[in-house]
């Protein structure tokens, strides 16, 4: 599986934004997938996530309430819908995805990753 984030830019503090992650490749099996974040010297951390069936959904505390994620198979692509944003939201967005049927919230736990595109939020 091929996966590619795209969406990021620069947005004011309070605005939104929209990221998508297209799959390509092996798309016929149902992956779980997460979307993750990554500022200079600091671990990746999870976002959110949502199963293959979007009957399962996961967010981080820092953005529950905020960001939303979907899913269409159909257009083999996740969607991350982030409203409301804040400077600390700035980072390297990741989509991942693994084979099992549950949310991860490891890194560790993904077996594939797109390339991440980069969020900046201006205070």
């Known amino acids: 599986v091929q996966l590619q984030a795209f969406g990021g830019g620069l947005v004011q503090a309070g605005g939104s934004l929209r990221l998508s992650c297209a799959a390509s490749g092996r798309t016929s099996s149902s992956y779980t997938m997460g979307w993750f974040r990554q500022t200079p010297g600091k671990e990746r951390e999870f976002v959110a996530g949502?199963?293959?069936?979007?009957?399962?959904?996961r967010y981080a505390d820092s953005v529950q309430g905020r960001f939303t994620v979907s899913r269409d198979n159909a257009l083999n692509t996740v969607y991350l819908q982030m409203n409301s944003l804040k400077p600390e939201d700035t980072a390297v967005y990741y989509c991942?995805?693994?084979?099992?049927?549950?949310?991860?919230?490891?890194?560790?736990?993904?077996?594939?990753w797109g390339q991440g595109t980069l969020v900046t939020v201006s205070s």
């Open positions: 991942a995805a693994r084979r099992a049927s549950r949310i991860g919230t490891e890194r560790s736990e993904y077996d594939y």
């Open positions: 949502v199963t293959w069936s979007g009957g399962s959904i």
